[in-house]
């Protein structure tokens, strides 16, 4: 499987390639196995924790705003980008939702208007008083990531 990661508002990507996922940030490439066990843990985490981000989305408390999701952008199989997009409008099992980083493949662009069923939703990520919720795949690659 091949696919690029769009991880983070700084739009931190990865790339990745049987066995091996890039991730970057600026210039930095840090290789990260496609096995990796954080990343495949943060992805379920991710969808397993849906309905309650749904429910925040629905009627956000106090202090909350800036919903996003990622999900994988390309329709194509064995080809993935995976990108956050912020909410638009939600009805069951389908978001509105705008690209929020600048996709690298080129028939998409950044502000793009795109309709994500909720089984493609990999992570997802909101504000609540400044601090970001969620985000389960940006957390799983800090790790790898150099300390700057």
Do not use: C
């Amino acid at each position: 499987m091949r696919g690029i990661w769009t991880l983070g508002l700084a739009a931190l990507a990865a790339t990745m390639a049987p066995g091996i996922a890039h991730a970057q940030l600026g210039d930095e490439v840090v290789d990260v196995s496609a096995a990796d066990a954080a990343m495949n843990a943060a992805k379920a985490k991710g969808r397993s924790t849906l309905p309650e981000f749904f429910a925040h989305v629905q009627s956000p408390g106090p202090g909350e705003s800036g919903f996003l999701i990622k999900y994988d952008l390309l329709p194509e199989p064995n080809a993935a980008e995976f990108i956050w997009a912020e909410i638009i409008s939600r009805t069951p099992g389908v978001t509105v939702a705008r690209l929020v980083n600048r996709p690298r493949d080129p028939r998409f662009r950044l502000g793009e208007q795109v309709t994500v069923h909720d089984i493609d939703i990999i992570d997802w990520g909101y504000f609540k008083n400044g601090v970001m919720q969620g985000n389960f795949t940006t957390l799983a690659l800090l790790p790898n990531l150099p300390p700057e």
